[in-house]
Every structure is written in structure tokens, then in C-alpha cells.
């Protein structure tokens, strides 16, 4: 069976700023870890090319990395127009981060209804598995549902775990909703 024909998934990744979004995207995309990212000033695009094995689909995914900085709030909706997904993302060792989603979520509902979004908490090498953490996974599961999210995943861009998972799977429920 051949593949289908190219597709292109727009996908925006927000958050407040510090969660871990361009240390994600780079190392999804140039598959390393960048200890110390500079602030994003507004906006970086990554571009990733991936194949869907269970439909055979070949995607480029089209990634927004938006600067979490509240002074880039003016800017940040014009670059939600036409998102087919979202990944909405926190800082698993600061609750607030996490509260936070909220408004990120009304601010993208302002201008479009993506057809997929999922729910990151990065930094689990932050994380003492023994001792309470700061976000639980309950917690977790729950904004998920507040922010009517496919799936809660939590990751680490050190370590570069979850990080594929996420992607793939933003993109798997686009291609699902879409057809």
C-alpha cells in the first residue's frame, strides 16, 4: 500500500514560559538536549516529518513554539489561526503552571477549535518519585479533562522521554478527526 499524500498538521505548543516547550521541540526535532534555551522572543517554528505506521501516512507536522511570556500575549492568537492541535504544557514541579493552562485554553478557544489536543507535563527528571510531588498524576488526569484534552502524558526533554509519544499522538487524533 503507498502513502497517502503529504499532510500538513499546524500545531501549536503553549505554556507558561520556563515549562520546557523549546527544550521539547528541540529535542523531538534535532534530537538533543539544549540545557539553556534562550526566552522565545514571540515565536520559533520547528518542522518534523513523521510517518503514521498504523495508517501509512506520511505528515509534516508544522510546530509553533509561542513565547509563555505574558508580554507576548498580543501577539500569540494570530499564530492560533488554523491549528489542527495543541499541546498544552507544564512544569510538573510548579502547580501554578499547570492552573495556569486555563487560561491559555481561553485564549486559543477565542480564535479556533483544534481538532486534537493533549496534555504535557514535562521535567519528571525533576521529579523524587518518593516524596510528594508538586502535580500528582490525579491532578494531571484532571486537567486533562478541564481542558478537554485526548491524553495526559508526562515527559522529560533530558532524558527524552514521552516526547515522541506526545507527538505522535497529537497527530494520530488530528488524522482520526479529521477523516
Known sequence: MSHHLDRLYKICIVGDGAVGKTTILHQ??????????????GTNLFIKR???PEINTRVTLQ????????????????FYAGAHGILYTFDL???????????????????VK?????????????????????VSKEEGRKAKEDLNACCYIETSAKENIGIDK????VAKEIFKSKH
Open 93 to 111: 514541579t510548579r502547580f501554578y503552571s499547570l492552573i495556569n493552562l486555563k487560561k491559555w485554553k481561553d485564549e486559543i478557544d477565542r480564535v
Open 114 to 134: 483544534p481538532f486534537a489536543s493533549i496534555l504535557i507535563g514535562n521535567k519528571t527528571d525533576l521529579i523524587d518519585h518518593d516524596r510528594t510531588r508538586p
Open 63 to 78: 510546530i509553533w513554539d509561542l513565547g509563555g511570556q505574558e508580554r507576548f500575549f498580543a501577539v500569540r492568537p494570530n
Open 50 to 52: 513523521i510517518t503514521i
Open 28 to 41: 523531538y526535532v534535532d534530537d538533543k538536549f539544549v540545557e539553556d534555551t534562550k526566552v522565545t522572543i
Open 166 to 169: 506526545a507527538f505522535f499522538r
